[in-house]
């Protein structure tokens, strides 16, 4: 720790910083070594820096679509959220990886530009979404992006195009060669404004109307399988409703699971596996996690 002080002394360091303050689930051990750059030069060199040491380091975003383990994560933790810039360039938008997806999308609307409507109420980060090609109502990160500036794990800034990133549901290029995302590019076209505007209201309604915003959840726990939709096979499996510990699968929407109160890590993995196990049992579908679960059990 000592030493990765004295190298950065300008970045901000945490030590056994407890990541249920970065998580939506509010869940979460403790990060080892908890970093905050503030420039794409300084996460450079902090990634840089572990990768000469061999230092484990584990990126963080937003953290709306992940559940950290109980045991918290070992190594540094490179949080992204004070990369926060959005700015436009003709008919795109830049933005960096610490950014609010949501933010993007009003900053799109505020400049008339059409495209990024689907994303104004998915709450991870520009990083995130790239991850996991974010998507909802139709739309995904991958139909509007036209490039990105990415870190590979050694430090290695590079530039991809949108051919190179071969998105598809819930992945794309990134996750596969575990690059980090620092910036994304995307095209958009100059629309009415009011228009945009109405589209982002008939889709905030329909997400206020359907989800369970007013817990603290992971989002969308499961990803669709062929042929299927997992909330209403978890629905149909009688599970909406069902409690471990301080988790719950909503009321609201049964693809969700939230924290009703004290809930761990522990109790959503607990109730992740059981939702997994009934609807296996009952209809011989195969639930695949959307979330990403990292850490280590306590």
Request: with cysteine; charged share 20%.
């Amino acid at each position: 720790m000592n030493d990765i002080q004295a190298k950065f002394p300008h970045i901000s360091i945490k030590l056994n910083e407890p990541l249920s303050n970065y998580t939506y689930t509010k869940t979460g051990g403790n990060a080892d070594i908890f970093v905050m750059p503030k420039t794409i030069e300084e996460t450079q060199a902090i990634v840089s820096y572990c990768h000469q040491n061999n230092i484990p380091l584990t990126i963080l975003g937003n953290g709306s679509n992940l559940i950290i383990k109980d045991g918290g994560i070992r190594g540094v933790i490179v949080h992204l959220d004070l990369l926060q810039s959005i700015k436009r360039n003709n008919t795109q938008v830049i933005a960096m990886s610490g950014a609010k997806l949501i933010d993007t999308a009003k900053f799109a609307l505020d400049e008339s530009l059409s495209g990024l409507e689907f994303a104004c109420g998915i709450p991870g980060s520009i990083g995130g979404a790239l991850h996991m090609n974010a998507g909802a109502y139709g739309g995904e990160i991958s139909d509007v992006l036209e490039a990105a500036t990415v870190l590979t794990q050694a430090g290695e800034l590079k530039k991809l195009k949108r051919s190179e990133l071969k998105a598809a549901y819930r992945f794309s290029t990134i996750s596969e060669k575990k690059y980090i995302v620092l910036e994304a590019t995307f095209a958009l076209q100059l629309d009415d404004k009011n228009t945009i505007q109405v589209k982002m209201d008939e889709l905030t309604a329909a997400r206020e109307a359907k989800q369970p915003l007013e817990y603290p959840s992971c989002g969308s726990v499961f990803k669709r399988p062929p042929g299927h939709f997992a909330g209403k096979l978890i629905q149909d499996s009688g599970l909406q409703g069902h409690i471990i510990g301080g988790a719950q699968v909503s009321l609201k929407h049964a693809g969700f699971i939230v924290n009703i109160g004290g809930a761990t890590a522990t109790d959503y993995m607990n109730l992740i596996a059981h939702v997994q196990k009934t609807v296996r049992e009952k209809f011989d579908v195969e639930l695949e996690t959307e979330v990403k679960i990292i850490g280590e059990d306590k």
